[in-house]
């Protein structure tokens, strides 16, 4: 299925939409392959989770994991392109629980790439 390549400006959504948090992009896009005159995110893209939640608490923690690409035809210069759709890793965090304040606990998360900043150029 042809789906919009990841760059520069992308944005994700959780895959439980009961979750929260603050998903920043943390490495950084291929420059070999540009979409919409954009560098494109590759995989194994390093992201992290700040403050996130399960809908009733919020931990006071950052998580960090990576994004996986699903791209099967579209693989060029050793770079295998986001798309959206594409999903992160489990992402476990370990902190203060915010509200109400401590104990500690453990939150797992999933994102998604819910739009790949540009829809110019689509691979399968």
Do not use: C, W
């Amino acid at each position: 299925m042809s789906k919009e390549l990841a760059v520069v400006g992308m944005t994700f959504k959780f895959v439980n939409p009961a979750h929260s948090g603050t998903v920043n992009v943390t490495g950084s896009a291929s420059t070999k392959l540009k979409a919409g005159g954009q560098f494109v995110y590759k995989d194994n893209l390093t992201i992290s989770i700040v403050n996130g939640s399960d809908g009733s608490t919020t931990i006071n923690a950052t998580g960090t994991g990576t994004m996986t690409a699903t791209s099967i035809k579209l693989k060029t210069e050793n770079v295998k392109p986001l798309r959206e759709g594409d999903k992160s890793i489990v992402i476990t965090m370990t902190g203060d629980n915010m509200s109400p304040p401590p104990p500690t606990m453990t939150y797992t998360t999933q994102v998604e790439i819910d739009n790949a900043g540009q829809n110019k150029t689509i691979g399968e």
